[in-house]
């Protein structure tokens, strides 16, 4: 009995163990999931343990408060300066950043009273700066170390006499910062890509949950999931960018990082047609894809709508669940009866026979998850998951005969080289030659209002300046991230009081706060500029606290000196060589068009039987310019921004391109397949139903590049009934030649729509009939 009993409580503890080991689990594939990579987790730490091992350094060395500080900062530029990705550039970069700092703080030093003078090289330092960043991230990184430590010099009161001291602080901030990044916290691109990929898994279960949620919503709840879909759908896109970025460096492998990216792209574009597919199941018509990219937008719902119970329903909820229980499970817990079973089942709805009876929209669902199931599968192969054979339906065996295809078409195809690189207009109109003739004029403007305020505190108001024009492009992103940077420094001046009447003189309690809000900073920066400012501010004002300058009176100071370089920032952008936001969003709507174009054509030739291109390549250059394009309009879109109506015709104008991008991605993944596929065939018949949408994008990118252009968008019968017009029967629902046209057909919508937002005119049917004729 006595034994029983053990045996029992020894069997609960070890459950409960396991209990929470699965809940930590949980809990830390969602903050992975919230940190793709853990990038900002890494910058963080390492930043915080950089400073931290040169604050004890130093004090080792008993050197005063002011070197210590230094020392502090010089780790912190070192740490966060330096983005090169591959390990051995790091290095490089990091040894050639030591000599810029030395030379930097020796000639703040020796210019300390040499006012003119030194105010005339602190503006040519800041032209070279920031016409280094033309040569890539190394130029960047030492053209930032060069402005930090040269404004170090001004922060900390350097001296001639006091320059052995300082030489020995930043050697000792630049020596802690190697040893945190290549010992203490190292990093590599495989490494990063490794957290990548479970951090899209992760977001990949989160969008079906949502999905399983959408499911069951009730009319009053639909905006709110709709939202949380759209949300999480943009997430696991920006994870999928982030992948594709780190291949080249994280996947030694040219082909294993081409069959990832592939695998990674068909895995994202079945889950987000899942979601379509599961939105019209339960609508009353079919719902138009630009739903899942515009908040708002209508949805046709019968009034009386509840989660249904029949069995079909019952079943589709059903397999839902099975779904996110496959993308949730680690690559490593792939194994098992049970999961094999759960995955055939899946994967056999891609078969006609299989399915379950319901009405078409139903099936549809059905087709989804089961598309889904084999995307999944086809990312657990590429990532070289083990694999358990002996439990295979015949659906997941042609699966994986399928994928094997793939996998050797896509080993022997030939490098394209045809990835768009942007045009390098040189002279003034290069951006960074633009940048630092702005720079250069707006901190001069901030040296003059600064030394108003203070003959003291002046080159407050050139950092503002100087930071403003960091990553924009724009003056309209120059004037919100200007408004960010005074309401951040206004919260945080609050927050500097605070601490600093808290902490009084307690030397390492300030210190301690310190690391914790550079963390914060660091942590935040990312997510929002307005958080990161708030930070900064409220550390330096422990950091004048540490020496003895701290006062109410500073602070206020601070608030005047950044609302002084902000405003010489916009001005400078304005009046020196001026890039006008509408000007910068014509400029990459015309990119994105022309992109558009080019998925489409070589989408619809493929499909058509013609000749294979870098399909994949092509469609993530779209993603890319599309995602330039959605950052640019953000001031348009800010909610401080005076035209309502421009506001609404921007979302609904991005919408509407992240709609067409999804039916292009849908064509292109599908094009790839047809080499290799038992399913998917070419249909010469397509490549006539691509010629109207291909020449409504190339009158919208003229329209968009001279307003005079002449010409007209083409509206006028479906994609479907141009290809019946031989005589052909309409293709049933589910074949893939019915997603093919169905993805045409929106995408054919989606350019029409277009138009209207960008003023462009619309021919008749009859005139797009005559115009055609004229054609050769």
């Known amino acids: 009995m006595l034994n029983s009993t053990w045996g029992t409580v020894g069997g609960g503890g070890k459950r409960r163990v396991r209990a929470v080991r699965r809940g930590a689990a949980r809990v830390w594939d969602r903050f992975a999931a919230s940190d793709p990579g853990l990038l900002r987790l890494t910058a963080g730490l390492r930043t915080v343990s950089a400073i931290a091992l040169a604050l004890v350094v130093l004090a080792l060395l008993d050197t005063g408060v002011s070197h210590m500080v230094a020392g502090a900062m010089t780790a912190m530029t070192a740490t966060f300066a330096i983005k090169d990705k591959l390990v051995r550039d790091q290095a490089v970069t990091l040894a050639l950043g030591l000599p810029v700092a030395l030379v930097a703080i020796s000639l703040g030093a020796l210019l300390t009273s040499q006012v003119i003078a030194g105010d005339l090289f602190f503006v040519v330092l800041i032209f070279g700066a920031v016409y280094c960043r033309r040569f890539g991230e190394r130029g960047t990184a030492l053209g930032l170390i060069g402005f930090q430590v040269y404004f170090l010099a001004l922060f900390v009161g350097a001296a001639t006499d006091a320059l052995p001291a300082l030489y020995l602080s930043l050697t000792v901030g630049f020596a802690s910062s190697a040893v945190v990044r290549f010992a203490i916290v190292p990093e590599t691109p495989q490494r990063v890509l490794a957290r990548l990929r479970d951090a899209f898994r992760t977001r990949l279960a989160q969008l079906v949950s949502m999905q399983i949620e959408l499911l069951d919503a009730g009319p009053e709840q639909l905006e709110k999931v709709l939202d949380d879909m759209r949300q999480r759908t943009a997430r696991l896109h920006e994870t999928a960018l982030m992948i594709q970025d780190r291949l080249e460096e994280g996947t030694q492998d040219a082909d294993k990082a081409s069959l990832l990216q592939r695998r990674v792209a068909d ?20 719902a138009d894809t630009l739903t899942l990219h515009l908040p708002h937008a209508p949805v046709p719902l019968t009034g009386d709508w509840r989660p249904a119970e029949d069995d079909a329903t019952i079943a589709l909820r059903r397999d839902l669940k099975a779904l996110h ?26 078969e006609e026979e299989r399915l379950p009876s319901a009405p078409s929209g139903i099936q549809d669902a059905f087709r989804g998850i089961g598309e889904a199931a084999r995307s999944v599968l086809g990312l657990r192969l590429a990532l070289g998951a083990p694999q358990d054979e002996s439990d295979d339906s015949p659906a997941t065996i042609r699966s994986r005969e399928e994928f094997d295809a793939e996998d050797i078409a896509l080993g022997t195809a030939e490098p394209s080289g045809s990835g768009d690189k942007d045009k390098d207009p040189g002279g003034l109109q290069r951006p960074t030659t633009r940048a630092a003739f702005q720079v250069s004029v707006g901190s001069v403007l901030a040296m003059i209002g600064g030394e108003f305020l203070s003959s003291d505190r002046w080159y407050w108001a050139v950092l503002t300046c100087w930071v403003v024009f960091l990553n924009t492009a724009s003056t309209g992103e120059i004037l919100v991230k200007g408004y960010r940077r005074l309401l951040g420094t206004l919260l945080g001046a609050v927050a500097g009081v605070a601490l600093a009447g808290l902490v009084g003189d307690n030397t390492w309690v300030s210190f301690a706060l310190v690391l914790v809000l550079i963390f914060a900073m660091f942590f935040s920066a990312p997510l929002s500029y307005a958080v990161m400012s708030f930070f900064v501010t409220a550390m330096l004002g422990l950091l004048y606290t540490l020496l003895n300058s701290y006062s109410f009176d500073v602070l206020v100071l601070r608030i005047e000196e950044t609302a002084i370089g902000a405003a010489c920032g916009v001005v400078a952008a304005v009046l020196v060589l001026p890039v006008r936001t509408d000007r910068r969003t014509d400029e990459l709507l015309g990119t994105v ?25 092509k469609a993530r250059g779209l993603d890319t310019a599309l995602d330039e394009l959605r950052d640019s309009t953000s001031p348009l879109t800010y909610p401080i921004a005076p035209q309502r109506g421009r506001r609404r015709t921007v979302r609904y104008l991005v919408a509407l391109l992240e709609t067409c991008a999804y039916h292009a991605r849908s064509l292109a993944a599908t094009a790839e397949l047809v080499p290799h596929s038992r399913t998917v065939a070419a249909d010469p018949r397509l490549h006539r139903a691509g010629q109207r949408i291909a020449h409504n994008i190339e009158v919208l990118a003229a329209y968009v590049e001279d307003e005079e252009a002449r010409g007209k968008v083409e509206s006028g019968a479906s994609i479907a009934s141009t290809l019946r017009d031989d005589g052909s029967g309409t293709e049933p629902s589910g074949t893939v030649t019915f997603r093919v046209l169905r993805h045409l057909q929106r995408l054919d919508e989606g350019v029409v729509g277009l138009a209207r937002p960008l003023d462009v005119p619309v021919a008749e049917r009859s005139d797009a009939k005559a115009g055609r004729g004229q054609h050769p």
């Open 267 to 286: 895995a994202e574009i079945a889950t987000e047609r899942l979601g379509m597919l599961l939105l019209n199941a339960r609508s009353v018509e079919r």
């Open 593 to 617: 068009l022309e992109r558009l174009g080019d998925v489409a054509s070589a989408a619809v030739e493929q499909l058509s039987g013609g000749p294979a291109s870098d399909l994949l390549g």
């Open 325 to 350: 229980l496959l993308v949730s499970r680690p690559p490593s817990r792939d194994g098992g009866t049970a999961v094999a079973h759960v995955r055939n089942r899946l994967l056999g709805y891609r």
